[in-house]
């Protein structure tokens, strides 16, 4: 059975830098490509990131591209999502998903997600 579990999240002000970290277990994580949603309340949820399963090929969404960034250690079966220069509109549940195929940037092609981890950043 496959378990994805975020964690790093908490409350920070804008400008502020957080790192949040996913661990995914029960699959061969080298093997696949990982993204990062976040939802925010009333809202889609969006895309975030992605990084391919050699960490060579990574994704980013328009509002967070020169923020955030992402990256894996595969030793480690740990995906990273770095968030600097933190904005208010960051707010949201940060999701990390398993990409199982398609395009990174819908959430339809992830299969396995985790709980969640809550970003708030105050102005």
């Known amino acids: 059975q496959v378990h994805v579990v975020e964690s790093g999240g908490g409350l920070v002000r804008a400008g502020d830098s957080l790192r949040l970290s996913c661990a995914p277990s029960?699959?061969?994580?080298?093997?696949?490509?990982m993204g990062w949603f976040r939802q925010a309340p009333g809202k889609e949820r969006e895309f975030v990131a992605a990084?391919?399963?050699?960490?060579?090929?990574?994704y980013y969404g328009n509002s967070v591209k020169g923020r955030f960034t992402i990256s894996r250690d595969n030793a480690k079966n740990t995906v990273y999502l770095q968030m600097n220069s933190l904005k208010p509109e960051d707010t949201a549940v940060y999701y990390c998903?398993?990409?199982?195929?398609?395009?990174?940037?819908?959430?339809?092609?992830?299969?396995?997600w985790g709980q969640g981890t809550q970003v708030t950043v105050s102005s």
């Open positions: 990084i391919s399963w050699s960490g060579s090929v990574l």
């Open positions: 029960g699959r061969t994580f080298s093997s696949y490509a």
């Open positions: 998903a398993s990409h199982t195929g398609g395009s990174y940037f819908y959430k339809e092609s992830y299969d396995y």
